[in-house]
């Protein structure tokens, strides 16, 4: 994605202007139900990749898919006069596979939400194998006052040397 704030700019533009030209002005009775998702614009302001969404079968994708290359150069043109740039980028329409990809992940979860409920039954009626905590706790040894050794004995300064 370009971080030029004109670019981006511009790209907001066109996407309003290619989803209004669509809904209003283009009549082809192939169009179907389309979405426009996200433009993007080079770096250079000279190319325009839109990306959109339909709504229906594969057979209605793909008459949207050819009805917006039909209409790419009023859609262009449109474009150069709405935004008053020097020279108008071409567009570009790409079908955006977020839709798709969307369904897939949503299927994944739904299949791990199976498994985990699968395993929480087959958790309910288990015993541990072993002990009930595995890990090893430290054993305390009893605390002698004879044993826990001072290295000062009487009369000496505790490191080992007598007093004066």
């Known amino acids: 994605m370009n971080d030029n704030p004109r ?60 009805a917006l290359v039909s209409a790419t150069g009023m859609l262009r043109r449109e474009v150069g006069r709405q935004t008053g740039v020097r020279l108008t980028p071409t567009l570009e329409f790409i079908a955006d596979a977020i839709p798709e990809n969307a369904r897939v992940i949503e299927d994944l979860l739904t299949e791990a939400r199976g498994r985990d409920a ?33 290295d000062e004995s009487p009369g000496t300064d505790g490191r080992g040397r007598e007093d004066a």
């Open 118 to 150: 699968e395993l929480a039954r087959s958790k309910e009626g288990a015993a541990y194998a072993g002990e009930a905590d595995p890990y090893r706790t430290p054993h305390e040894e009893p605390a002698d006052d004879d044993l826990a050794g001072d």
């Open 7 to 66: 670019a981006l700019k511009l790209a907001d533009r066109i996407k309003v202007i290619v989803a209004t030209m669509l809904d209003t002005r283009v009549k082809d009775p192939r169009l179907g139900f389309v979405t426009i998702t996200d433009v993007r614009v080079s770096g250079d302001l000279q190319h325009a990749t839109v990306f959109y969404t339909v709504f229906g079968t594969g057979e209605e994708r793909e008459g949207t898919a050819a």
